[in-house]
């Protein structure tokens, strides 16, 4: 095999190394064990002020041993990557099994790759004056929007992810992986009221993203907008009505409500309010949902997930049917299903489990135009904060940032930011029109699942549900609503 | 059969590393800072879930992590990692110093002075090797026990997420160039139970319970930690919606510490200064109802929010935030009291990169005399929260709004489970709208609150 991988080079690791590690992890028995090493270098820089207040740098570096025994794991990591310290690490792990010990698969195999983030400069490699000029542009533009905008901050942060993935098996996976990401948000004041707006965006993009294709004006303007509009914003209405949702971030509505829900792990242990609903109607016919890490230069996107097997795309509900779970490799050996390269975990100190990419609703046929002509009084939501799941019982929020009410088919006054709630397993059940505008987010989402954070991607169609709970606090009904 | 491995080579030493941090600090000095600061974090951590029964995960590890933040006059950058190779030590420090050459002057900047600079002292019994003294197979003992507890203590308990047991220490070190060095240990283990409830329809309910503390003998039973957790989980079972109603809420200790962190985030030096919190401008004025007593002490001995000196070397101490509803402090580092003209409140929290934030001590809401009980006996129709769900508050205007669940007070009783509805207001309103706080304070974090009443908030649901 012609390898030269990036801990090859600077780590002076053999493919012998490996194969010791791996045999150690090994030595109590166990079924399979990986090893996976991680060199992330990162940079973050911030404007608030017009001030660069804060540069900063940083490396981390580790390597994460898991040893699998049937439904047992053991794991342990090291940030000293001596041999040492790795083969402690190792038969520490090792102590997860009890039995004779077992020998790796002799020789590694590695698979073509795919090269979803080509970049031939990773921005943690540019100039950081350009980097520096971007946030500085960035709290201009949102200065100049308005005068009403008082406080700005941008912020940008970047990182350079270089994994290697070994398995007992033969698995044998590299691959480097850009994040790059900027940040603005505002506040707004006026004589009586203040408010705030945010805005983003990025993915595994190289620095030219943000000077070509989504500018540091185009995220400061957003930003500056939506702290202008809540300046005027009134309470929003509570209870349930008919919600439209808007194109792209929206689709955090899909995350919540039924992709947790669908990752093996908790259906595997039954804990999942989706647990045996494969082959049942869980949405209306006009959903068709998937996740797939695949996408050029999305946030969501791995050429081969945490542990080395290659990503895809899975269709988790297709016309309203439950097809499919997220797996990684223990649920699908465990289920007896096929691993979807969904195996994820935040850093080399983390174990990996089943988590999604990018997940999103395919178009629908609607116009747009027609969703909102056919609500009489209802709440069209655009922006959204972040949401929150409860597997087990299915109940989700997600909280819209920016949304309207819908009177007599015309979206009219601007709302105050209110949490909507629903019940995951028949949330989708209600949707009654797709539209044919399917948008995905800027690339700003990170997921948090039992501790571990990882960057994911959202995207969805202009929406209607039938029927949502909406937490506003309006208690006089302005125009008919709360009837 | 499961042990733990020694190590095979002894860690470096205190000395060692108070050494490394104080070197780094004057090669930083002769780079060309004109201030600088060293951390660096050890820590080793141990975890265990048993699941129906069976060890699911065994995790073990040590780690170790460094960060330098320097001062060219008055422009500043920070570095961090967790190479302490000599090459990787020499990337830092000169990323550190070439990076603050791009910042901007910004007049408030700098780290604290001299005079301000010291640690606590006496035993402020942080720190019990006692943690990691169970053998391996104990620890997964106390996981098994919290589930068993759980499985065991009713029928309608059929499933788990498990059982867990969690250890872990702590040591930091901090250095600056106006000669400070500091360094402090602390401890953690934890039992904790999640079971699944579920009722004849099929439907299921999660909750959890759990207990935390500095060393071994402070941990509640792990039958106790399985009995109550499961409790949680089964009057959850058959929860449903209301409508949408204005009543009394009343919040849970664990919920009620959520709004109380709401709070600090409102009282938080930075977003005061930057006017995006809704506490912005109100020092002395009546924010709370004159009930509310709002203290913030780092120097608690034993505390979870306990440390000899903050983020940048100050000792720590007792700061008065809400005395009877009106705004007493902000909780301040160096560079916010500085932008309000304010004395700094020891508050600085440090992480490995970037300027120093804010972070509690311990951070609590002083409790009043009633039982939770009686508080719930005043309600007629009203609802009792266990659970928030989401992120919707906004600090700026202080919205708030939230997916909940939790019990129907009637007549004051707790009656029915109720789930899927939203609680919401804003924070201004809500603390004035604080009507009762109970006597149950207790300490489960650095963060704590009693069960509290607030009136005037909107329930959404059918």
Redesign the interface.
């Known amino acids: 095999m012609d390898r030269n991988p990036f801990f090859f080079q600077h780590y002076g690791l053999t493919e012998n190394d490996l194969e010791r590690y791996l045999a150690a992890a090994l030595s109590a028995g166990g079924d399979y064990a990986d090893l996976y090493f991680e060199y992330l270098s990162s940079t973050t820089l911030s404007v608030d002020e017009s001030m660069v207040k804060s540069a900063s740098q940083g490396i981390s570096a580790g390597c994460g041993i898991r040893v699998i025994s049937g439904e047992r794991t053991g794991y342990a990591y090291t940030d000293d990557l001596s041999p040492a310290r790795i083969l402690h690490a190792a038969k520490t792990a090792a102590l997860i099994a009890s039995g004779p010990a077992k020998t790796p698969s002799a020789g590694f195999q590695q698979k073509a790759a795919r090269s979803l983030y080509p970049v031939t400069l990773p921005s943690v490699d540019a100039e950081i004056t350009a980097k520096v000029e971007l946030v500085m542009r960035a709290d201009a533009a949102a200065r100049a929007y308005d005068p009403r905008i008082k406080e700005v901050r941008a912020n940008y942060g970047d990182e350079l992810r270089n994994i290697l993935v070994v398995g007992s098996e033969g698995t044998f996976a590299e691959d480097s992986q850009p994040l790059a990401r900027m940040n603005v948000s505002c506040i707004a004041r006026n004589e009586t009221n203040s408010a705030r707006g945010s805005s983003g965006g990025g993915g595994r993009v190289a620095l030219d993203f943000f000077f070509g294709e989504k500018t540091p004006e185009y995220f400061a303007k957003e930003s500056a907008r939506q702290a202008i509009l809540q300046l005027d914003a009134r309470e929003a209405p509570a209870g349930d009505m008919e919600v439209v949702l808007g194109p792209g971030w929206p689709g955090v509505l899909l995350h919540e409500a039924v992709g947790h829900g669908l990752e093996a792990d908790f259906n595997r242990k039954q804990t999942s309010a989706f647990a045996g609903l494969i082959g049942k109607k869980v949405a209306s016919e006009k959903c068709t949902v998937v996740d797939n890490g695949t996408m050029p230069w999305r946030r969501g996107s791995l050429n081969v997930d945490d542990e080395g097997h290659q990503t895809q795309e899975t269709v988790l509900i297709e016309k309203g049917i439950l097809k499919g779970y997220l797996s990684d490799k223990l649920s699908a050996k465990l289920m007896g299903m096929a691993d979807t390269g969904n195996g994820r975990r935040e850093s080399y100190e983390h174990i990996p489990m089943p988590r999604m990419t990018n997940t999103y609703m395919l178009a629908g046929e609607d116009d747009p135009e027609d969703i909102i002509r056919s609500v009489k009084r209802g709440v069209y939501a655009v922006n959204f904060g972040g949401g929150q799941v409860d597997i087990t019982n299915g109940k989700f929020v997600f909280s819209a940032s920016e949304a309207y009410l819908i009177e007599d088919g015309h979206v009219t006054a601007p709302i105050r930011g209110a949490t909507l709630i629903g019940n995951g397993p028949d949330a989708l059940t209600r949707v009654s029109m797709v539209g044919n505008d399917l948008k995905l987010d800027e690339g700003i989402g990170t997921c948090g699942k039992d501790g571990q954070a990882v960057p994911v991607g959202v995207g969805m169609p202009t929406t209607k549900l039938d029927r949502m709970t909406v937490g506003g606090t309006a208690r006089k009904d302005p125009g008919g609503f709360m009837q | 059969?499961?042990?733990?491995?020694q190590?095979?080579?002894a860690p470096e030493t205190t000395t060692d590393l108070k050494q490394l941090a104080h070197d780094l600090v004057l090669r930083a000095m002769s780079g060309g800072a004109t201030a600088a600061e060293c951390v660096i974090r050890e820590g080793d951590e141990f975890s265990t879930l048993v699941?129906l029964g069976?060890?699911?995960?065994?995790?073990?590890?040590?780690?170790?992590?460094i960060?330098l933040r320097v001062f060219r006059g008055q422009r500043?950058?920070?570095?961090?990692?967790?190479?302490?190779s000599r090459e990787?030590l020499d990337?830092?420090l000169n990323?550190?110093l070439e990076?603050?050459k791009?910042?901007?002057?910004?007049p408030f900047?700098g780290i604290p002075e001299p005079s301000q600079l010291g640690s606590l002292s006496g035993d402020l019994d942080l720190y019990s090797p006692d943690v990691y003294s169970l053998p391996?197979e104990e620890r997964i003992s106390y996981a098994r026990r919290a589930e068993k507890a759980a499985l065991d203590s009713d029928p309608r308990i059929k499933?788990s997420?498990g059982g867990s047991f969690d250890a872990a220490t702590g040591h930091k070190i901090l250095a600056n160039s106006h000669g400070f060095i500091g360094e402090y240990q602390r401890s953690y283990c934890s039992v904790a139970a999640v079971p699944?409830a579920q009722d004849e329809k099929g439907?299921?309910?999660?909750d959890y319970w759990y207990s935390v503390a500095r060393n071994l003998d402070r941990l509640e039973s792990p039958e106790h930690i399985g009995k109550m957790a499961a409790q949680r989980a089964l009057r959850?079972l058959g929860?449903r919606?209301v409508?949408?109603q204005?009543v009394p809420v009343v919040l849970d200790p664990l919920v009620a510490t959520s709004i109380l962190q709401h709070l600090f985030e409102g009282v938080n030096g930075d977003s005061v200064y930057?006017?995006?919190s809704f506490l912005a401008g109100k020092l002395g004025q009546l924010i709370a109802a004159p009930n509310v007593t709002v203290i913030d002490d780092g120097t608690i001995v034993g505390g979870f929010g306990t440390s000899p000196f903050d983020g940048e070397g100050i000792p720590t101490r007792r700061t008065v935030v809400i005395e009877k509803g009106l705004l007493n402090s902000y909780l301040l580092n160096t560079y916010t009291a500085k932008k309000l003209g304010l004395q700094t409140t020891a508050n600085a929290s440090r992480g490995?990169?970037?300027?120093p934030g804010i972070g509690p001590g311990n951070y609590f809401l002083q409790q009043g005399a009633r039982t939770p009980p009686q508080l719930i006996g005043d309600v007629k129709e009203g609802l009792y929260v266990t659970e928030f769900?989401?992120?919707?508050v906004?600090l700026?205007?202080g919205?708030y709004?939230?997916?909940a669940?939790g019990l129907w007070i009637s007549g004051g009783e707790l009656t029915y489970p109720v789930?899927?509805?939203?609680?919401?207001?804003?924070l201004k309103d809500m603390f004035m709208n604080i009507s009762e706080i109970a006597n149950d304070l207790e300490f489960r974090g650095a963060v704590a609150s009693p069960t509290i009443r607030i009136d005037g908030l909107?329930v959404?649901?059918?």
């Open positions: 059969m499961i042990s733990t491995v190590q095979e080579s699941r069976q060890v699911e995960t065994l995790k073990e590890a040590g780690s170790k992590s960060g500043a950058a920070s570095t961090h990692s967790s190479d302490f990787g990337r830092m990323s550190a990076l603050a791009i910042t901007s002057e910004d900047g391996g499933n997420e699944i439907a299921m309910q999660r959850r929860a919606k409508k949408t204005h930057r006017g995006a490995l990169a970037g300027t769900l989401g992120m919707g906004n700026v205007t919205d709004s939230r997916g669940s789930e899927e509805i939203t609680v919401a207001g804003n909107t959404g649901g059918e």
